[in-house]
């Protein structure tokens, strides 16, 4: 496992293998580790309002969501590319 910008990466066949805890390939392409269980697919504002009313209703802001995390992720790679070369 490699820390990049206190972020967990291994190699694609590593956390595949279950062994991303492991993995120290450098010259290989990584990725971040993501969290265990289930991914979460509502955004803090509308889960927040879920919590306060109790009711549980899909989030109408995920579009929003989706860019950022797209903007981010572009981010992570192009710092990555950067230390390996």
């Known amino acids: 496992m490699i820390l990049i910008d206190n ?3 291994a190699c694609a066949s590593c956390i595949k293998g279950h062994r991303s805890s492991s993995c120290q390939h450098k010259d290989r392409h990584l990725l971040p ?15 927040e309002e ?28 192009m710092s990555i590319q950067a230390l390996l070369l």
């Open 7 to 9: 972020i967990k990466h």
């Open 33 to 47: 580790i993501r969290r265990k269980g289930r991914p979460i697919s509502q955004c803090d504002q509308c889960r």
């Open 50 to 77: 879920r919590k306060k009313r109790r009711v549980h209703q899909k989030c109408s802001c995920s579009s929003k969501k989706d860019s950022l995390i797209m903007t981010r992720t572009s981010r992570q790679m």
